[in-house]
């Protein structure tokens, strides 16, 4: 079974300032894809970065980034020099054997201007 | 950008009454899913859709659940016969294909209360 633990429930920052989440997640499969949703207020999920287990080369993608390590199943995610509109719930997910997503319990970040 | 509308985003009902949640999936898009979310908890999987046969359910999608794809547009949720603890956000989406590292399109949510 897969498992996905947000350790952190709450974030919250003023405006400028980065925003690291963390993500761990638990399966037994040797291959799988992780993603990072952000749920903003009006409440749709948006897709923002996947990465799979084979590649753990660390990318920057504008303001987001995030840090892959298989060695301690871990998956973070960092917003740089954060905005209001950074504002949302921010869940990781693992997608393993079969085709549906694990979701982890999310983390809100409330950015303060 | 493409999206997924679900319709209604509110919907309020009488526990034993039975709801439709509507959804339509990315045109072009093959696979369907169905996710929950309760209040204060995590998004779960409900079901998965391909090819007018539902591909995989979890443990919450029992007899009470259905799923149809009725024409090429739309994709529905039925809940039977409704119970308080089917409270929750219920996100419909949509992918291109199965391939595990496809991302999937989520829409905005239908939020259904059971009083």
């Known amino acids: 079974a897969q498992k996905v633990t947000q350790a952190q429930t709450e974030i919250s920052v003023v405006e400028k300032e980065d925003v690291t989440l963390d993500c761990v997640y638990e399966?037994?499969?040797?291959?799988?894809?992780l993603f990072w949703y952000k749920q903003p207020p009006s409440g749709e999920l948006v897709f923002l970065i996947r990465r799979n287990s084979f590649d753990e080369q660390n990318e920057i993608s504008g303001r987001y980034s995030w840090n892959f390590q298989k060695s301690t199943s871990s998956f973070n995610f960092t917003i740089t020099a954060s905005q209001v509109v950074d504002s949302a719930v921010y869940f990781c997910?693992?997608?393993?054997?079969?085709?549906?997503?694990?979701f982890g319990g999310g983390t809100r970040v409330l950015v303060k201007p | 950008e493409p999206e997924v509308t679900q319709t209604p985003s509110h919907q309020v009902t009488q526990m034993g009454q039975e709801v439709i949640l509507r959804c339509v999936p990315i045109?072009?898009?093959?696979?369907f899913y169905w996710y929950r979310q309760i209040l204060g908890q995590k998004v779960e999987f409900l079901v998965s859709?391909?090819?007018?046969?539902?591909?995989?359910k979890s443990e919450i999608f029992d007899d009470q659940f259905s799923v149809e794809r009725p024409d090429g547009s739309n994709f529905t949720l039925k809940i039977r016969s409704t119970k308080l603890e089917d409270s929750a956000m219920y996100f419909c989406?949509?992918?291109?294909?199965?391939?595990?590292?496809?991302?999937?399109?989520f829409g905005s949510g239908t939020q259904l209360s059971v009083l």
């Open positions: 859709f391909y090819n007018n046969e539902i591909s995989e």
């Open positions: 045109s072009n898009h093959l696979y």
């Open positions: 989406a949509s992918s291109e294909s199965e391939v595990a590292n496809e991302k999937l399109f």
């Open positions: 997910a693992l997608k393993a054997a079969g085709n549906k997503l694990t």
């Open positions: 399966t037994r499969d040797t291959t799988y894809y």
